[in-house]
């Protein structure tokens, strides 16, 4: 017997708007590109696991970029992979949204000053919503990520602007960080 049975068997309506409706079930169901780079990715598959369970956020892995909403960019960026991660994101359909976890995925990380062949900061080659600090970051840090991203989503607006709000709709999004 739960909480709330019997509470609401008489009148059960609820109004909201659509949009706050729609943006609750996209917040609620974010499926995101299922890959790793490098040590960060360990932490990632750390928070898939039983003791931190993403899927009670509704946050699931997919293997198929077009099925994706959100790519975590977990580990060392390297040049040779940043046109792979390119094309992998550009395979996703809108909207869709990027999470890069850890310092090197930021910003090269250690490999910051003499790594010629990593690139510095993933945001070279792709839009990022989210950037999440640490080396490795861990996974209480990556659930803080997804939240963010959950409050972002909650607040967008989707519904197609009138042409006198286009202007002010068309701003750019601030990448948010956590701290
Ligand atoms: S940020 Fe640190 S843990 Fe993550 S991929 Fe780079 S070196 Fe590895």
Redesign the pocket.
């Known amino acids: 017997m739960g909480l709330l049975d019997k509470k609401y068997h008489d009148s059960n309506i609820i109004i909201v708007s659509l949009e706050s409706a729609l943006n609750w079930a996209r917040k609620s169901s974010l499926w995101y590109e299922q890959f790793g780079?490098?040590?960060?990715a360990i932490e990632m598959m750390a928070t898939a696991a039983s003791d931190y369970d993403f899927d009670r956020f509704g946050i699931i892995p997919r293997s198929s970029p077009r099925q994706a909403d959100v790519m975590i960019v977990a580990?060392?960026v390297t040049m040779k992979m940043a046109s792979r991660i390119e094309r992998l994101y550009e395979q996703m359909s809108e909207p869709r949204y990027v999470i890069s976890m850890?310092?090197?995925?930021n910003s090269g990380?250690?490999y910051w000053e003499h790594g010629y062949h990593v690139l510095k900061g993933v945001d070279k080659v792709i839009p990022v919503d989210v950037y999440v600090p640490?080396?490795?970051p861990r996974p209480e840090a990556l659930l803080e990520g997804f939240l963010k991203l959950q409050e972002r989503i909650s607040n967008e607006t989707i519904i197609e602007p009138r042409e006198t709000e286009q202007e002010s709709t068309e701003e750019e999004k601030e990448p948010i960080e956590v701290e």
């Open positions: 780079l490098a040590c960060c580990g060392t850890g310092s090197c995925s990380g250690p640490g080396c490795p």
